[in-house]
């Protein structure tokens, strides 16, 4: 049974900076492409970043590239989101997505706020 935990969520300044965790479990992680995705309130989900399976190709959104950045640890079995020079259209809920068969996390709360 896929399941996969985002941490790091919180309230940041513009300009800040936070890191996003996802600890994955129930599949074959170093084997499977991983992605972050966000909800901005009132807005459709959105694609925030991609890192194939053993961490050698990433896309991003335009909106992130530059200040964000997805990396992995495939003996933790962690994905992870470095978000740099936070500005306030970051804020949303952040999720992470196994793309084998598209599960999803709960979701972590972004709020990016002076």
């Known amino acids: 049974q896929v399941h996969l935990v985002e941490s790091g969520g919180g309230l940041v300044q513009p300009g800040g900076s936070l890191r996003l965790s996802c600890v994955a479990s129930?599949?074959?992680?170093?084997?499977?492409?991983m992605s972050w995705y966000r909800q901005p309130p009132g807005k459709e989900r959105e694609f925030v970043a991609w890192?194939?399976?053993?961490?050698?190709?990433?896309q991003y959104g335009e909106s992130v590239k530059g200040r964000f950045t997805i990396a992995r640890d495939n003996a933790m079995n962690t994905v992870t989101l470095q978000m740099n020079s936070l500005q306030l259209e970051d804020t949303a809920v952040y999720y992470c997505?196994?793309?084998?068969?598209?599960?999803w996390g709960q979701g972590t709360q972004v709020t990016v706020s002076s």
């Open positions: 890192i194939g399976p053993r961490g050698t190709f990433r």
């Open positions: 129930g599949f074959t992680f170093s084997s499977t492409a």
């Open positions: 997505m196994e793309n084998s068969s598209n599960h």
